[in-house]
């Protein structure tokens, strides 16, 4: 599936979709970036369809996910995905505005923290956190709210402090014929040719998928989780990459300045920065600055692919 859940704004692309492969792919994603003492169990008992745009649903499934890992990151325990069909009846209290019919259950609970009461009714809202500064910005459930009810879903959480966390999202199946994935393979021009590349972002999961997409297609990707661990690796040998890609938006270290210290040590390496909602920079800015491509996310795979060819290219 060419799909890099990046985003923050996504345009909507729906279209009659088998959930269970995305969740699948997803969970694929979050085994090779999270550790072993968290274990990943799943229960995919449905592979009915729903109306859903790919890139959003995907990006529901790791924004539950990570959120999930984050609970347990400290103490380890599980990570419980499971999909099923149930019905909703006219007299069946408690999914809020949902049509009676036939729905699909997706539900990710971890056996973490838990949230407090008094926290639970504030989780959806945007720019509520319960992440440390540099953690990340909170947009994470608020986003997942939007996709669900865009998708004329429902989503709910319990939780139980010291027992763990569930999220139960609701989305209602649909009769239609799928429409296939896009296969995996990308023209031959996209490749790379064996160039090395050094990708810098602070969530664990972009880092997996973005690794993964770049090694398939002919890169070889040395990942690193922010700003400072990057330079600090590019410092030891300036020659040694062909390529940087970077995220704008960082603790310790913007993407842009990463980019500033990069390119005085070595003006002519190529930089690709990637970001969501920066108001510290733009497009002009960047070019200015000496930064090669910039991209808005969301980013999909055939766009990032090509602007490092392009990249490259330029140099």
């Known amino acids: 599936m060419q799909i890099l859940a990046f985003s923050r704004k996504a345009e909507q692309q729906q279209q009659p979709l088998q959930i269970s492969l995305i969740v699948k792919e997803a969970l ?20 009915e369809l729903v109306m859903a745009d790919p890139t959003q649903i995907h990006q529901v499934i790791m924004n539950l996910c990570t959120n999930a890992y984050h609970a347990m990151r400290e103490t ?8 099923e069909e149930v019905t909703i009846g006219a007299e069946d209290y408690g999914y809020a505005s949902l049509t009676p019919g036939n729905y699909l259950k997706l539900e990710v609970s971890d056996t973490g923290c838990g949230i407090e009461p008094e926290i639970q009714e504030k989780i959806f809202e945007p720019y509520f956190t319960t992440k ?42 649909t009769e ?3 429409v296939a994935l896009p296969l995996e393979t990308v023209p031959q021009e996209l490749r790379g040719k064996g ?20 090694s398939k ?16 690796e590019f410092q030891k040998n300036p020659e040694q990459f062909d390529l940087v890609i970077t995220d704008m938006t960082m603790p310790s270290m913007t993407g842009a300045e ?43 795979m055939e766009t990032l692919l090509g602007a490092a060819r392009n990249a490259l290219e330029k140099k």
Not at 223 to 232: K, L, S
Not at 274 to 288: D, F, P, R, V
Request: aromatic share 6%.
């Open 132 to 173: 440390k500064p540099g953690e990340g910005t909170g947009m994470g459930l608020a986003v997942v709210h939007g996709i669900v009810k865009s998708h004329h879903g429902h989503i709910t959480v319990y939780s139980e402090q010291g027992k763990g966390t569930s999220f139960h999202v609701y989305l209602p199946l």
């Open 217 to 232: 297609n002919g890169y070889q990707v040395a990942t690193f989780a922010d700003g400072r661990q990057a330079w600090a």
């Open 76 to 83: 380890g325990g599980t990570l419980a995905v499971s999909l």
């Open 28 to 47: 694929k994603m979050l085994r090779a970036s999270i550790p072993t003492t968290i274990e990943i169990k799943q229960n995919i008992a449905s592979t």
């Open 258 to 300: 990463l980019a500033q210290k990069i390119l005085a040590s070595r003006p002519q390496i190529p930089i690709i920065l990637c970001t969501g909602q920066s108001e510290l920079i733009n497009k002009e800015k960047a070019l200015a600055m000496g930064i090669c491509v910039y991209l808005n996310k969301p980013i999909r």
């Open 195 to 214: 160039e090395q590349v050094l990708f810098v972002d602070d969530e664990e999961p972009i880092r997996a998928v973005v690794d993964a997409i770049l």
């Open 176 to 178: 239609q014929l799928a």
